[in-house]
């Protein structure tokens, strides 16, 4: 992809109008396409929720400007080139002001502004990750995946929905310099030093909630083990392989043949 399509109808997400171009540089493309796929890998993995949500993505060599899709999108209709451009206040840079999601700036751009290492910040309603919100002691290491995140899971109460600016700088401040975190009520979140990363450590957070409740519903008696132990698992996955390294590669060979339109 060499160059950017922009978006034509207010309000519409119409994948197959016709619309000016714009050349961006190599670093930009990439990042495009690497968040496409992860929108497309977060429908094919029930991880999104019809136009609702939202993953963005910094650009790369840029403090400020973010990349997400436009409201009325679906996830598996995102492709590099109709991703909008926004900045960390929500202002549409390219495209229409009524294509912005006010949410995806409220919950994301607090991160932004506190983080400049993260690159990609992942919010899902998935089913296990809504359920687990919804518990008072949140996610327990009852599996290795829940205790990839032992010590790096932060939670933010619930403020109803994210329309209000100012929970922006709540969010970031709970999160802190941790990667992963509960939205009591609400869903999850999740950051990355890149989009293979923040798509990772969603797709295990939401696996570890979802083996959770399975284990909770069964009604039967489970064992914890300790903090060492969940340290040291942590550290094992962590040091052995680290985030999406080796996940990602074979997720985009999964879309190259499924959905190969997505870095379009």
Same mark, same amino acid.
């Given at each position: 992809m060499n160059q950017l399509r922009m978006p034509s109808r207010a309000g519409k997400f119409d %994948? &197959? &109008? !016709?619309? %000016?171009? =714009?050349?961006?540089p190599q670093t930009e493309r990439q990042q495009r396409a690497d968040l496409a796929a992860c929108y497309r890998l977060a429908d094919r993995y029930k991880m999104g929720k019809i136009i609702w949500n939202h993953i963005t993505a910094r650009v790369?060599?840029?403090a400020d400007e973010l990349l997400v899709f436009r409201l009325g999108c679906r996830y598996d209709e995102v492709t590099a080139s109709n991703l909008l451009k926004i900045n960390i206040a929500g202002h549409a840079l390219d495209g229409r002001a009524d294509s912005v999601n006010q949410a995806a700036y409220v919950i994301h751009g607090g991160i932004y502004r506190h983080r %400049? !290492?993260?690159?990609c910040v992942m919010h899902s309603h998935s089913r296990g990750g809504q359920a687990v919100s919804c518990l008072k002691d949140g996610l327990l290491p009852l599996s290795q995946e829940a205790m990839m995140f032992h010590e790096d899971l932060a939670y933010h109460d619930y403020e109803g929905i994210s !329309? !209000?600016? $100012?929970? $922006? +700088? @709540? *969010? &970031?401040? +709970? =999160?802190?310099?941790?990667?992963?975190?509960? *939205? @009591?009520?609400?869903?999850l979140i999740t950051v990355g030093k890149t989009v293979a990363e923040a798509f990772w450590r969603m797709f295990y957070l939401e696996m570890a909630c979802s083996l959770q409740m399975d284990v909770l519903s069964s009604g039967a008696s489970y064992c914890l083990p300790s903090d060492e132990m969940c340290r040291k698992v942590r550290d094992q996955y962590l040091t052995d392989f680290a985030p999406g390294y080796y996940e990602w590669p074979a997720l985009l060979r999964e879309l190259e043949v499924e959905a190969p339109d997505y870095k379009d």
């Amino acid at each position: 992809m060499n160059q950017l399509r922009m978006p034509s109808r207010a309000g519409k997400f119409d %994948p &197959a &109008a !016709d619309v %000016p171009v =714009l050349q961006i540089p190599q670093t930009e493309r990439q990042q495009r396409a690497d968040l496409a796929a992860c929108y497309r890998l977060a429908d094919r993995y029930k991880m999104g929720k019809i136009i609702w949500n939202h993953i963005t993505a910094r650009v790369p060599n840029t403090a400020d400007e973010l990349l997400v899709f436009r409201l009325g999108c679906r996830y598996d209709e995102v492709t590099a080139s109709n991703l909008l451009k926004i900045n960390i206040a929500g202002h549409a840079l390219d495209g229409r002001a009524d294509s912005v999601n006010q949410a995806a700036y409220v919950i994301h751009g607090g991160i932004y502004r506190h983080r %400049p !290492d993260v690159m990609c910040v992942m919010h899902s309603h998935s089913r296990g990750g809504q359920a687990v919100s919804c518990l008072k002691d949140g996610l327990l290491p009852l599996s290795q995946e829940a205790m990839m995140f032992h010590e790096d899971l932060a939670y933010h109460d619930y403020e109803g929905i994210s !329309d !209000d600016v $100012s929970e $922006s +700088d @709540r *969010l &970031a401040n +709970d =999160l802190g310099c941790k990667n992963q975190m509960v *939205l @009591r009520n609400h869903g999850l979140i999740t950051v990355g030093k890149t989009v293979a990363e923040a798509f990772w450590r969603m797709f295990y957070l939401e696996m570890a909630c979802s083996l959770q409740m399975d284990v909770l519903s069964s009604g039967a008696s489970y064992c914890l083990p300790s903090d060492e132990m969940c340290r040291k698992v942590r550290d094992q996955y962590l040091t052995d392989f680290a985030p999406g390294y080796y996940e990602w590669p074979a997720l985009l060979r999964e879309l190259e043949v499924e959905a190969p339109d997505y870095k379009d």
